[in-house]
């Protein structure tokens, strides 16, 4: 009987390799594919982001808020930090900011000495500066996010149709105290009669 040769190292290697190359077959793909999570994520967010940028059109209306109505001729804003003054309370957001006393009382004293800054003839909110404040900070930060001006931000208005005017001056006083440049009234739309 004779001896096998025995190869040299590169040779036995290289047919090693070429003997696993022939027996590997594709592995199932058991793992999760980051790219496609992303794109599911994305489209996700952008969905709800396009919802709640709706929410501010949708206002419930109840006893407590009743929107005027107007001849509407420009589309309504999206943007903005939403500021509710309805007949018991003003809302920053979903944060209630200030209980307000009975319509009757606030014609007299409006929304009371302690809630003013330097007095009942001041036109300045305190409770809703604060609330305004803090808002202020995080729309910038979102302005800025979003390649807008930084300097100035919009608030969106939703009043009751019998708030008094002394309160919506007070609370669009306010509002440009904190650096809101441009408001928007939400109304109701009604069709044009002409």
């Known amino acids: 009987m004779s001896e096998p040769t025995k190869a040299s190292m590169p040779q036995f290697k290289a047919?090693?390799?070429?003997?696993i190359r022939r027996r590997a077959h594709e592995p199932e793909i058991n793992f999760l594919n980051i790219t496609a999570m992303l794109d599911i994520m994305t489209i996700i967010l952008v969905f709800l982001l396009k919802n709640l940028g709706e929410s501010a059109?949708?206002?419930?209306?109840s006893d407590d808020l009743r929107?005027?109505?107007?001849?509407?001729?420009?589309?309504?804003?999206?943007?903005?930090?939403?500021?509710?003054?309805?007949?018991?309370?003003?809302?920053?957001?979903?944060?209630?900011?200030?209980?307000?006393?009975?319509?009757?009382s606030m014609v007299q004293s409006g929304v009371g000495t302690?809630?003013?800054?330097?007095?009942?003839?001041?036109?300045?909110?305190?409770?809703?500066?604060?609330?305004l404040a803090k808002a202020r900070k995080t729309d910038k930060i979102l302005r800025q996010k979003k390649g807008k001006d930084p300097s100035t931000s919009e608030a969106i208005i939703i009043a009751d149709g019998t708030t008094?005017?002394?309160?919506?001056?007070?609370?669009?006083?306010?509002?440009?105290?904190?650096?809101?440049?441009?408001y928007h009234l939400m109304v109701m739309q009604t069709k044009d009669k002409g």
């Open 114 to 131: 302690s809630n003013k800054r330097n007095g009942p003839n001041d036109l300045y909110i305190t409770p809703l500066g604060n609330a």
């Open 164 to 182: 008094p005017y002394r309160l919506l001056i007070e609370v669009m006083f306010t509002l440009g105290q904190n650096e809101f440049g441009r």
């Open 15 to 19: 047919a090693l390799r070429r003997e």
């Open 67 to 104: 929107l005027p109505t107007s001849v509407l001729r420009t589309e309504p804003s999206q943007e903005g930090v939403v500021i509710t003054v309805s007949k018991t309370q003003i809302l920053v957001g979903d944060n209630r900011v200030l209980r307000l006393p009975s319509r009757e």
């Open 57 to 61: 059109s949708a206002v419930p209306q």
